[in-house]
């Protein structure tokens, strides 16, 4: 029983992997591979990967923050807690990169 948390730990951290690989995440920018348009697809890749990271850092982050609240681990409970707030600040980060990269290449079109 005391397995299940990490299993389900596991699997998640596999998900967030999977998704990472599995899925095309760049756009496809018509404006060819002039410094601009590969500004923004780097900054647009920068986005996808600090967004990922943060998606599965929250997620380790319930899961831990809810084995830490079972046990009665408190000191589990609040690292948990501050990685689901770095994971949430990830995922922000990233979507301001992609933002970002979405205007520079609808600018230089």
Request: proline content about 2%.
């Amino acid at each position: 029983m005391r397995a299940f948390p990490w299993l389900l730990a596991g699997a998640a951290i596999g998900a967030g992997i999977a998704v990472l690989v599995l899925n095309d995440w760049e756009p496809e920018y018509d404006t060819g591979y002039d410094s601009v348009g590969d500004a923004a697809r780097k900054t647009f890749g920068w986005g996808t990967r600090q967004r990922a990271e943060g998606k599965v850092g929250s997620v380790v982050g319930k899961v831990k923050e809810g084995v830490g609240r079972f046990t009665g681990d408190s000191g589990l409970e609040a690292e948990g807690t501050a990685e689901k707030v770095v994971g949430k600040v990830k995922d922000t980060a990233g979507e301001v990169g992609q933002a970002v990269a979405q205007t520079v290449h609808d600018l230089n079109k």
